[in-house]
């Protein structure tokens, strides 16, 4: 799978956007990009996923640039419970027992202030 | 809302013993993994079972084995434990696909004296 690059850290205002950036320059054509996060003491959470175009869903949007080298994950309106350590994952898309691995990096801690 | 259960979120076990991490998940769900989670390391795969009966080993599988007796229920078992397997131990499940997305249990936090 291919190797994610995101910064340790962020901060970002309550009620406004928080941007959370993710490289995967090494991802092939048959690789999709996960995001979960994590609250502090609980287990990881999904939130969203795509391949190529970009997704939206209730809690979060992914844009994927067109040559799939970056992606950002979008929480349009963020408050304190969305503090957690966020995961940017490539996976690849096969049949087999072996593809359901999730490779976990150490991803970006995202605090929301008041 | 799918659940995935873990039997304890805090456990203490001696040097030796056997200790058996039990993990439920309710959606009917083929597959379920265990993960180990440490501070700079991140989550680690240990085992992932793809069916009844059915095991694969993760990235970290030595000092531990699994059982899946039941679609609904994974055990991770540690033989003999040891101070080094002191982690926090998340169980998730899935569908059947790779696209799916994993859900995951709240944790086990099991230290090793």
């Known amino acids: 799978d291919a190797k994610t690059t995101q910064p340790p850290s962020m901060d970002c205002a309550e009620g406004r956007a928080a941007n959370l950036p993710c490289n995967h320059s090494t991802i092939s054509g048959n690789e999709y990009v996960y995001w979960y996060r994590q609250i502090h003491s609980q287990g990881p959470q999904y939130i969203i996923h795509g391949l190529k175009n970009n997704e939206t869903n209730e809690m979060a949007s992914l844009i994927i640039t067109e040559d799939r080298k970056s992606s950002t994950l979008i929480l349009p309106h963020a408050t304190l419970r969305d503090t957690a350590v966020y995961y940017c994952?490539?996976?690849?898309?096969?049949?087999?027992?072996?593809?359901?691995?999730?490779?976990f990096g150490k991803g970006t801690k995202l605090s929301v202030i008041p | 809302d799918v659940k995935v259960t873990q039997s304890s979120r805090y456990l203490v076990k001696r040097t030796g013993e056997k200790v058996f991490l039990e993990c439920v998940q309710d959606?009917?769900?083929?597959?379920m993994f265990w993960y180990r989670q440490d501070p700079g390391l991140g989550l680690r795969l240990i085992y992932f079972?793809?069916?009844?009966?059915?095991?694969e080993k993760g990235d970290i599988p030595e000092g531990y084995s699994v059982s899946r007796e039941k679609k609904e229920r994974f055990s991770l078992i540690l033989e003999s434990a040891s101070t080094n397997q002191t982690s926090m131990y998340l169980c998730?499940?899935?569908?059947?696909?790779?696209?799916?997305?994993?859900?995951f249990g709240p944790g086990t936090r099991l230290t090793v004296t």
């Open positions: 994952i490539v996976r690849v898309a096969s049949s087999g027992a072996g593809s359901y691995q999730l490779t």
């Open positions: 079972s793809y069916d009844v009966k059915m095991k």
């Open positions: 998730a499940s899935s569908f059947e696909g790779f696209s799916y997305e994993q859900y």
């Open positions: 959606m009917d769900h083929e597959n």
